[in-house]
């Protein structure tokens, strides 16, 4: 379970993970087909999964990561 925006009780399923590996993977500069490797994705799937969720402005994105890496290194995860 996890806590959503709204602070209430967020349930998230394997396929809510595997979703985010695709993403974590193609941000550690994976190629779309050792992604679908690792994450048993199709190829389709996995070039869906980066279409929705990829960022529009990288170097934007990559900084806002970094300052919640930071943020979280400092206070933690709380759910």
């Given at each position: 379970?996890?806590?959503?925006?709204?602070?209430?009780?967020?349930?998230?399923?394997?396929?809510?993970?595997?979703?985010?590996?695709?993403?974590?993977?193609?941000?550690?500069?994976?190629?779309?087909?050792?992604?679908?490797?690792?994450t048993?994705?199709?190829?389709?799937?996995?070039?869906?999964?980066?279409?929705?969720?990829?960022?529009?402005?990288?170097?934007?994105?990559?900084?806002g990561?970094?300052?919640?890496?930071?943020?979280?290194?400092?206070?933690?995860?709380?759910?």
């Open positions: 379970m996890f806590v959503n925006g709204a602070g209430e009780l967020d349930q998230k399923h394997d396929q809510d993970l595997r979703d985010a590996c695709v993403m974590l993977l193609d941000r550690a500069g994976c190629d779309l087909l050792t992604i679908c490797d690792i048993g994705h199709s190829y389709r799937s996995a070039q869906t999964i980066l279409k929705h969720y990829r960022a529009r402005n990288a170097a934007r994105a990559d900084s990561i970094d300052r919640l890496e930071v943020q979280v290194r400092k206070e933690g995860m709380k759910s």
